[in-house]
């Protein structure tokens, strides 16, 4: 069964980073490109960043400029650098398949307030 484990979520002021991690296994990441969702308060889960397996990345325009998605296909690991955190970042992040191919995680936490 695919397991898709999310961490390093917390609390951060307003300008803080923070550094997620996803892992999964091996045959999730040997053929799909990989993403990054999250759902905020009272919102609709979306698409933050995906990333392909030749590594081209692409970004909600809500975060461009300011997170970065990467993958370790060696670790079937996929993480998500944020930088600059705004209030309206905070969610529950989850990674899965693009387009959505397995069970959600229980995400991962994130709260930016001051």
């Known amino acids: 069964q695919v397991q898709l484990v999310e961490s390093g979520g917390g609390l951060v002021q307003p300008g803080g980073s923070l550094r997620l991690s996803c892992a999964a296994s091996?045959?999730?990441?040997?053929?799909?490109?990989m993403a990054w969702y999250r759902q905020g308060p009272g919102k609709e889960r979306e698409l933050v960043a995906t990333?392909?397996?030749?590594?081209?990345?692409n970004y909600a325009d809500s975060v461009k400029g300011r997170f970065t998605i990467s993958r370790d296909d060696t670790k079937n690991t996929v993480y998500l650098q944020m930088n600059g955190l705004k209030p309206e970042d905070t969610a529950l992040y989850y990674c899965?398949?693009?387009?959505?191919?397995?069970?959600w995680g229980q995400g991962t936490q994130v709260t930016v307030s001051s």
């Open positions: 091996g045959r999730v990441f040997r053929f799909n490109t």
């Open positions: 990333i392909t397996l030749g590594r081209n990345t």
């Open positions: 899965n398949t693009q387009p959505v191919a397995y069970h």
